[in-house]
């Protein structure tokens, strides 16, 4: 790419932007990297090389490298679906890099000794005007750090998941049982688990914020084939006399079929 310091600066650009995306613990600086990355240099480098002979107005080529970037996002998005590692973060960066130099190799291979093809005007901006821009800047990082930012939630309500599910490879003669905490804070659950009408079983757990307790029960010995009833009910250990949640379903008895 000798002579063509556009297509250089958008080859480091992209990888600069790439790394610093990937590795800022930031959310918000992480995005100011990985906006460019995603929406500017994919479309300016394929811009570059299919117009590398045939130069654009300015405003014509910046609307095209915007579209472009985002038709690579689409495209890049199924690609990425059907590859092993799926769609990660990693991933996107490695291919909008990929794209941009790649096209940039063909732009500056089409361009040959020529310079840009697209020649950006030059623009004077008054100290007003520069002041009103990084206003404009400023308020724009702010909001994307309070976008970013976890806001405490006083009022907000918890709650707590149970569901019964049959053990797969069991013919429906087990099920597993779970409890999925989504509270504010760690609480305690008494679960009871009727089989039957007759055999229960007792469990009591403590669970934090996305902690999760599975229990598995099995039929007991009834006539081949023949349907159990199993009522699971989660009471909260503060409020033992008021269900809090409570599921149903059945299982078979072992030896159906046979």
């Known amino acids: 790419m000798s002579g063509h310091s556009d297509l250089r600066r958008l080859v480091w650009g992209a990888v600069g932007c790439a790394i610093a995306a990937l590795l800022l613990p930031w959310g918000a600086a992480s995005l100011l990297f990985a906006a460019p990355l995603a929406l500017i240099m994919p479309g300016y480098a394929i811009a570059s090389a299919a117009f590398a002979r045939h130069p654009l107005e300015w405003p014509r080529f910046a609307v095209l490298c915007v579209a472009l970037s985002l038709a690579v996002l ?81 009022d907000a309500l918890g709650f707590a998941e149970l ?5 797969p490879g069991t013919e429906r003669s087990e099920a597993a049982i779970g409890v999925k905490s989504q509270e504010q804070e760690a609480d305690e659950f008494d679960l009871r688990i009727r089989i039957g009408g007759q055999r229960v079983v007792r469990r009591s757990f403590s669970l934090h ?41 059945w299982l078979i008895a072992p030896g159906a079929g046979r």
């Open 163 to 167: 569901w019964i599910v049959p053990v």
């Open 74 to 154: 689409a495209l890049g998005g199924l690609l990425l679906n059907y590859l092993p590692g799926g769609i990660r973060g990693s991933s996107w960066a490695l291919l909008l890099v990929l794209v941009a130099i790649g096209a940039s190799t063909v732009a500056a291979r089409r361009r040959g000794g020529q310079p840009a093809a697209i020649e950006w005007p030059r623009i004077q901006i008054s100290p007003l005007e520069l002041g009103l821009v990084g206003g404009g800047l400023a308020a724009l990082a702010a909001a994307l750090v309070l976008a970013s930012a976890p806001l405490p939630a006083d």
């Open 209 to 249: 914020p996305g902690d999760e307790r599975v229990v598995r029960v099995g039929s007991p010995p009834r006539r081949a084939g023949a349907p159990v009833t199993v009522v699971a009910t989660l009471l909260r250990h503060e409020a033992p006399a008021d269900v809090y949640r409570r599921v149903k379903g």
